[in-house]
């Protein structure tokens, strides 16, 4: 059986190290399973492993680069690698001196037969051009290494086509044009027809027009920019452009075409555009490998560590969980439980990271392409378990043990317990069934008997609810919290048990079309790099102008200026570094634009006082060669591991790598000292300082909307998406309310980025504005991500149950657009509009839905436009406009409670009172119409709480 290949050292989710992925032996192992499910140390987060991934990286990548950088640290391996200083630049290979030490006269060996040794010279293996270039080997793999295998694949890919579409277009140019902008004096010919006079300098090629070669450079940039090409390969792309056309416009430029040629298209091996590509293709070669030596950081094998640890911890979590709601007194455990539900977020975040990255480990080929589709279904299944989880966990943190709950938990404690042990063996098969990509005959044996445990048990468990049930009212106000947590738990076995009926099935349904996939995957992504709806994006559109302008202006720059002091004419410094530090960032300009300074500045000046030191001991000495590479290793573990590990200074410890690469990664000169030009490095400080500030100043000028301006339309915009969710669900349009709910959370999540991006701390100076309320726009948030929970819940509960299906996939160009446009491409099974209307036409009848329904929009409008006028405030004086709103909220007495509940609890009662008697136990207690009703009910009393909470906030905060 083909297996996707697991470490044999890491442990796995259940605590044990392993290294099986299916089993052949089934009842071993599902014994194994069972033991394995008692561990009570759950690695929510896996945060030594990180930290320890991180190190292991960073060590990984700083030994490489010094082995890599000995060519240049030591003497005698450099004129190993490229040759005698006496040897031609192009030279490679043995040579013989005809001519003295002084004066050589280096000619080619071509028999060994009258070699004599002393005259011999070694030109090396790699012609000397090469060295200049050996830092861009270095900045290339910082700039494409990421945090595991196949995101650095996906990085070193993007930036190598980058890289050759910016060759292809100037060596194009080089077809038109040979000379490029080369020019000479006035030759005899032209002189002699009258084209020129006698000592005026006109470029070689009569037909070259710079003009149209300057607007070919903005013409492609402004392309590639504006299409929607990942971000890396527009980065190393433009970065070359600006490079290689610089040297192309440049009359005074040396000739780069080479010497040495390839045998084809007249390419030479030491050109200037082969060299680049060439190292860039090593850079990336060196970022893979650095991810897979000592220890392989592979997704595909992250999936199987992740999801693991989130079945266990889901199992740890509703064991607990059960525990405590099954016993007789509240206590602060509950704190403990509701934090261990919120934690398995985290294993299934990591999980749902690494399903992208591993399709450029293996993409997609043969069982590997079904184990990472089948994984996707279960990132789909887990982050609906998260979902229904906070059902439980809210019901759990607000029950009081009081009135008739130990009657309740009585009547179903057994088999609560029973169907929990039975459901977490299914989940963890499951999970070994998705890693092998191909499920067997004895597996679907297997899970089959497994489904048909947890189904048995299921009913088991919604028979003894009924039974339990029968003495209580319809809609039992008393027993809320207790139908609620029993109904999140139903809900999350008949899910897992969705997910283990669906997975042969897919497995089949993927296998059959895994090239298919596969080209048109490629297909998708190399189409959407110039699809119009994607380019035409507000938030593309923004990235293109945004780049362009300050990427252009340097290079016009450079293009027009004079000997100075400062600007270096034709120097592709200032835009080649601004387009590797381009960003889809639109907003908060002044924070990540410092952070871009102080990598810059900081990449140049450290290594200036790391070399400072080795500058002390002569070029031959073996104590500067081991110091150099001592101090080399230093500075980049260090800083890579800060690249790697920090969420406030990665891209500073990136910067300090990539743009440090050039000044550490230096040689000893011919004569036997170093030579560093000190001013030299201190015009690359300046120019790289005036780059990012033309960058900060066009995105100030370009900036429309503050950053707390922005916030405010996003939080709008949220709040206006909630509003409608609870219109469509009055209305009795869950399906709508469904796609409102997912829309809702996605634009919390840009919220949160605002609320870290318009704190105080990152305010250069106060303005005439009243200072942003920032602590009052996260509170808001706070409330607004409880009743988002409250609204899963609805969603869950009023809607018909139906499985999870896997949306297509998508390109990573239209994944980055949907994060942030915040579309969700999500597919729901269709229930007929029958069920649709099942729960909404049992609380339509009454009169008291009505009552609720007005409080609860009610609600919504009053705080949520006092919410914005408060954001919106920039003056110390009353808000007048909204004075009579802060008025009415002010007199309201029951803010935090849902008006005429009660009644409704009354009225639904007497309506299904007769109905009650005839009701017969369902398959699963998802099914059953009262504890479907008690939900809902239940999720709107708490959503208008939070809501009310609100309010509170509002009136505490309107002071003027």
Same mark, same amino acid.
């Not at 009262?930 to 809501?947: E, G, I």
């Given at each position: 059986?083909?297996?996707?290949?697991?470490?044999?050292?890491?442990?796995?989710?259940?605590?044990?190290?392993?290294?099986?992925?299916?089993?052949?032996?089934?009842?071993?192992?599902?014994?194994?399973?069972?033991?394995?499910?008692?561990?009570?140390?759950?690695?929510?987060?896996?945060?030594?492993?990180?930290?320890?991934?991180?190190?292991?990286?960073?060590?990984?990548?700083?030994?490489?680069?010094?082995?890599?950088?000995?060519?240049?640290?030591?003497?005698?391996?450099?004129?190993?690698?490229?040759?005698?200083?006496?040897?031609?630049?192009?030279?490679?290979?043995?040579?013989?001196?005809?001519?003295?030490?002084?004066?050589?006269?280096?000619?080619?060996?071509?028999?060994?037969?009258?070699?004599?040794?002393?005259?011999?010279?070694?030109?090396?293996?790699?012609?000397?051009?090469?060295?200049?270039?050996?830092?861009?080997?270095?900045?290339?793999?910082?700039?494409?290494?990421?945090?595991?295998?196949?995101?650095?694949?996906?990085?070193?890919?993007?930036?190598?086509?980058?890289?050759?579409?910016?060759?292809?277009?100037?060596?194009?140019?080089?077809?038109?044009?040979?000379?490029?902008?080369?020019?000479?004096?006035?030759?005899?010919?032209?002189?002699?027809?009258?084209?020129?006079?006698?000592?005026?300098?006109?470029?070689?090629?009569?037909?070259?027009?710079?003009?149209?070669?300057?607007?070919?450079?903005?013409?492609?940039?402004?392309?590639?920019?504006?299409?929607?090409?990942?971000?890396?390969?527009?980065?190393?792309?433009?970065?070359?452009?600006?490079?290689?056309?610089?040297?192309?416009?440049?009359?005074?430029?040396?000739?780069?075409?080479?010497?040495?040629?390839?045998?084809?298209?007249?390419?030479?091996?030491?050109?200037?555009?082969?060299?680049?590509?060439?190292?860039?293709?090593?850079?990336?070669?060196?970022?893979?490998?650095?991810?897979?030596?000592?220890?392989?950081?592979?997704?595909?094998?992250?999936?199987?560590?992740?999801?693991?640890?989130?079945?266990?911890?889901?199992?740890?979590?509703?064991?607990?969980?059960?525990?405590?709601?099954?016993?007789?007194?509240?206590?602060?455990?509950?704190?403990?439980?509701?934090?261990?539900?919120?934690?398995?977020?985290?294993?299934?975040?990591?999980?749902?990271?690494?399903?992208?990255?591993?399709?450029?480990?293996?993409?997609?080929?043969?069982?590997?392409?079904?184990?990472?589709?089948?994984?996707?279904?279960?990132?789909?299944?887990?982050?609906?378990?998260?979902?229904?989880?906070?059902?439980?966990?809210?019901?759990?943190?607000?029950?009081?043990?009081?009135?008739?709950?130990?009657?309740?938990?009585?009547?179903?404690?057994?088999?609560?317990?029973?169907?929990?042990?039975?459901?977490?063996?299914?989940?963890?098969?499951?999970?070994?069934?998705?890693?092998?990509?191909?499920?067997?005959?004895?597996?679907?044996?297997?899970?089959?008997?497994?489904?048909?445990?947890?189904?048995?048990?299921?009913?088991?468990?919604?028979?003894?609810?009924?039974?339990?049930?029968?003495?209580?009212?319809?809609?039992?106000?008393?027993?809320?919290?207790?139908?609620?947590?029993?109904?999140?738990?139903?809900?999350?076995?008949?899910?897992?048990?969705?997910?283990?009926?669906?997975?042969?099935?897919?497995?089949?349904?993927?296998?059959?079309?895994?090239?298919?996939?596969?080209?048109?995957?490629?297909?998708?992504?190399?189409?959407?790099?110039?699809?119009?709806?994607?380019?035409?994006?507000?938030?593309?559109?923004?990235?293109?102008?945004?780049?362009?302008?300050?990427?252009?202006?340097?290079?016009?720059?450079?293009?027009?200026?004079?000997?100075?002091?400062?600007?270096?004419?034709?120097?592709?410094l200032m835009p080649s570094t601004l387009a590797l530090i381009i960003t889809s960032s639109y907003g908060?300009?002044?924070?990540?634009n410092i952070d871009r300074l102080i990598g810059l500045v900081l990449g140049n000046v450290l290594p200036?006082?790391?070399?400072?030191?080795?500058?002390?001991?002569?070029?031959?000495?073996?104590?500067?060669?081991?110091?150099?590479?001592?101090?080399?290793?230093?500075?980049?573990?260090?800083?890579?591991?800060?690249?790697?590990?920090?969420?406030?200074?990665?891209?500073?410890?990136?910067?300090?790598?990539?743009?440090?690469?050039?000044?550490?990664?230096?040689?000893?000169?011919?004569?036997?000292?170093?030579?560093?030009?000190?001013?030299?490095?201190?015009?690359?400080?300046?120019?790289?300082?005036?780059?990012?500030?033309?960058?900060?100043?066009?995105?100030?000028?370009?900036?429309?909307?503050?950053?707390?301006?922005?916030?405010?339309?996003?939080?709008?915009?949220?709040?206006?998406?909630?509003?409608?969710?609870?219109?469509?669900?009055?209305?009795?349009?869950?399906?709508?309310?469904?796609?409102?709910?997912?829309?809702?959370?996605?634009?919390?999540?840009?919220?949160?980025?605002?609320?870290?991006?318009?704190?105080?701390?990152?305010?250069?100076?106060?303005?005439?504005?009243?200072?942003?309320?920032?602590?009052?726009?996260?509170?808001?948030?706070?409330?607004?991500?409880?009743?988002?929970?409250?609204?899963?819940?609805?969603?869950?509960?009023?809607?018909?149950?139906?499985? *999870?299906?896997?949306? $297509? /996939?998508?390109?990573?160009?239209?994944?980055? !657009?949907? #994060?942030?446009? =915040?579309?969700?491409? @999500?597919?729901?099974?269709?229930?007929?509009?029958?069920?649709?209307?099942?729960?909404?036409?049992?609380?339509?009848?009454?009169?008291?839905?009505?009552?609720?329904?007005?409080?609860?929009?009610?609600?919504?409008?009053?705080?949520?436009?006092?919410?914005?006028?408060?954001?919106?405030?920039?003056? *110390?004086?009353?808000? $007048? /406009?909204?004075?009579?709103?802060?008025?009415? !909220?002010? #007199?309201?007495? =029951?803010?935090?409670? @849902?008006?005429?509940?009660?009644?409704?609890?009354?009225?639904?009662?007497?309506?299904?009172?007769?109905?009650?008697?005839?009701?017969?136990?369902?398959?699963?207690?998802?099914?059953?119409?009262?504890?479907?009703?008690?939900?809902?009910?239940?999720?709107?009393?708490?959503?208008?709480?939070?809501?009310?909470?609100?309010?509170?906030?509002?009136?505490?905060?309107?002071?003027?």
């Amino acid at each position: 059986m083909r297996q996707l290949e697991m470490p044999q050292d890491v442990e796995d989710g259940f605590g044990a190290r392993q290294g099986f992925l299916c089993c052949d032996n089934m009842n071993e192992n599902v014994a194994l399973l069972n033991s394995r499910l008692k561990e009570k140390t759950v690695k929510y987060q896996n945060s030594n492993k990180i930290v320890f991934g991180h190190i292991m990286l960073a060590l990984s990548t700083a030994t490489i680069m010094v082995l890599f950088g000995l060519p240049l640290f030591s003497s005698h391996i450099r004129h190993a690698v490229f040759g005698h200083d006496a040897c031609a630049a192009t030279a490679i290979g043995l040579y013989m001196n005809n001519g003295t030490e002084e004066e050589p006269n280096l000619i080619k060996i071509e028999s060994f037969s009258d070699v004599e040794a002393s005259k011999l010279y070694n030109c090396g293996l790699i012609p000397r051009t090469y060295k200049a270039y050996w830092p861009n080997v270095c900045q290339f793999c910082f700039f494409s290494l990421l945090t595991n295998t196949g995101k650095t694949v996906q990085a070193t890919l993007q930036g190598l086509i980058g890289t050759f579409i910016a060759t292809l277009n100037v060596w194009v140019l080089y077809e038109i044009w040979p000379h490029a902008s080369q020019m000479e004096e006035c030759p005899s010919a032209r002189l002699a027809a009258g084209d020129c006079v006698a000592g005026e300098m006109v470029y070689k090629d009569p037909n070259f027009i710079p003009a149209a070669a300057f607007a070919e450079a903005i013409l492609f940039s402004m392309l590639w920019l504006v299409s929607s090409a990942p971000k890396n390969m527009i980065m190393f792309m433009l970065s070359y452009h600006v490079v290689f056309m610089s040297n192309f416009l440049n009359p005074y430029a040396p000739d780069l075409s080479g010497e040495l040629p390839m045998g084809f298209l007249d390419l030479k091996w030491d050109s200037n555009t082969t060299i680049v590509n060439l190292t860039s293709l090593l850079g990336g070669i060196l970022a893979i490998l650095a991810t897979l030596v000592p220890n392989p950081l592979l997704n595909a094998r992250s999936l199987v560590d992740n999801s693991t640890i989130a079945v266990q911890g889901l199992h740890s979590a509703w064991s607990d969980a059960l525990d405590y709601f099954t016993g007789t007194e509240k206590v602060a455990k509950r704190y403990q439980i509701a934090s261990k539900m919120d934690a398995i977020k985290g294993a299934l975040d990591r999980t749902e990271e690494s399903i992208n990255g591993a399709w450029f480990e293996h993409f997609d080929l043969g069982h590997f392409g079904v184990a990472r589709e089948l994984f996707r279904l279960f990132c789909q299944v887990g982050h609906k378990n998260q979902k229904l989880v906070q059902i439980s966990k809210a019901a759990l943190v607000r029950e009081q043990f009081d009135g008739r709950h130990n009657q309740f938990v009585d009547g179903i404690k057994q088999e609560l317990t029973m169907l929990n042990a039975s459901v977490a063996k299914l989940f963890g098969y499951c999970v070994k069934c998705c890693a092998d990509g191909a499920i067997d005959q004895q597996e679907r044996e297997q899970l089959k008997d497994l489904v048909a445990e947890t189904k048995g048990r299921e009913k088991d468990l919604a028979k003894a609810y009924r039974n339990t049930m029968k003495a209580e009212h319809f809609v039992s106000e008393d027993l809320a919290n207790e139908n609620c947590f029993i109904y999140g738990f139903a809900a999350y076995v008949r899910s897992i048990v969705d997910f283990a009926e669906g997975l042969p099935v897919l497995a089949d349904e993927k296998k059959k079309n895994t090239v298919v996939s596969f080209f048109k995957s490629m297909c998708s992504t190399i189409g959407d790099l110039f699809s119009l709806d994607v380019m035409t994006s507000s938030e593309n559109l923004k990235f293109a102008v945004v780049n362009f302008l300050p990427v252009m202006s340097t290079f016009a720059i450079a293009y027009f200026a004079q000997d100075s002091s400062l600007f270096v004419p034709h120097a592709a410094l200032m835009p080649s570094t601004l387009a590797l530090i381009i960003t889809s960032s639109y907003g908060s300009t002044f924070k990540g634009n410092i952070d871009r300074l102080i990598g810059l500045v900081l990449g140049n000046v450290l290594p200036l006082l790391v070399l400072a030191i080795v500058f002390i001991f002569d070029c031959s000495s073996m104590t500067r060669t081991i110091l150099q590479s001592g101090l080399v290793w230093l500075y980049f573990f260090t800083f890579s591991y800060v690249y790697y590990s920090s969420k406030t200074w990665s891209f500073v410890g990136c910067a300090l790598c990539g743009f440090g690469a050039y000044p550490l990664m230096v040689s000893c000169s011919s004569g036997g000292e170093f030579h560093y030009n000190m001013r030299s490095n201190y015009q690359v400080i300046a120019q790289t300082t005036v780059a990012v500030l033309i960058r900060m100043l066009i995105e100030t000028i370009l900036l429309d909307k503050a950053p707390r301006d922005l916030a405010v339309d996003q939080l709008q915009e949220l709040l206006d998406t909630i509003k409608d969710a609870y219109e469509d669900f009055f209305d009795g349009d869950y399906e709508e309310m469904k796609k409102q709910h997912e829309q809702a959370g996605s634009i919390m999540a840009s919220c949160d980025n605002y609320h870290s991006e318009t704190a105080p701390a990152l305010e250069v100076a106060p303005g005439l504005r009243l200072s942003f309320k920032h602590k009052f726009y996260g509170d808001v948030l706070a409330q607004l991500k409880l009743a988002l929970a409250e609204m899963g819940v609805l969603v869950t509960g009023a809607s018909t149950w139906a499985s *999870e299906k896997i949306p $297509e /996939e998508t390109s990573t160009i239209r994944q980055d !657009l949907a #994060k942030h446009e =915040g579309e969700k491409h @999500l597919i729901h099974d269709k229930a007929t509009n029958l069920a649709y209307e099942e729960v909404h036409s049992i609380m339509n009848r009454h009169s008291s839905f009505l009552k609720m329904k007005d409080d609860l929009l009610q609600t919504c409008n009053t705080t949520f436009e006092l919410v914005i006028a408060l954001l919106k405030q920039d003056k *110390e004086e009353a808000l $007048e /406009e909204v004075k009579e709103s802060f008025a009415k !909220l002010s #007199k309201l007495g =029951g803010l935090l409670e @849902l008006d005429g509940v009660h009644d409704f609890y009354t009225e639904v009662n007497e309506a299904m009172a007769s109905q009650q008697e005839d009701t017969q136990p369902k398959d699963s207690v998802i099914l059953d119409m009262q504890a479907r009703l008690t939900v809902v009910v239940n999720s709107l009393k708490n959503a208008t709480a939070a809501l009310g909470e609100i309010g509170v906030l509002c009136l505490r905060e309107n002071i003027y």
